[in-house]
């Protein structure tokens, strides 16, 4: 099962990682969210130890989606060091085309 994301652990979790983190921007309500969701959960399996993979709930968690610009989701942002290296749009991509871009950052 994928982390849950939020403004109390945000920094600790995500920005102070020394392992890539993929980071999904998604709310209860959206369809497309709701499809990708089981890939999350899936890849953050499949990954445990080499990169972290987890989500926020925009609806919970207003400051970080205004912070990162959210502007559609599902949104999926991929971090290194702190920083924004790559991001998705949207629900269609796989989980092995999302597992290629969390290993090219490790």
């Known amino acids: 099962m994928a ?3 939020n403004d109390s652990n945000f920094q600790s979790e995500v920005i ?3 392992v890539p983190v993929l ?3 998604w709310a209860e309500w959206c369809g497309p969210c709701k499809m990708i969701g089981p ?4 890849l953050s399996e499949d990954l ?3 990169a972290k993979v987890g989500k926020v709930n925009v609806d919970e968690s207003r400051d970080l989606a205004v912070k990162y610009n959210v502007r559609s989701i599902p949104l999926l942002l991929f971090f290194k ?7 998705i749009v949207g629900a269609s991509v796989t989980k092995d085309q999302l597992k290629a871009k969390l290993e090219a950052l490790a």
């Open 3 to 5: 982390t849950s994301f």
């Open 16 to 18: 102070d990682s020394d």
């Open 23 to 25: 980071v999904d921007f």
């Open 39 to 42: 890939i999350i959960d899936q």
């Open 48 to 50: 445990d130890g080499t």
């Open 81 to 87: 060091n702190g920083e924004v290296k790559d991001q």
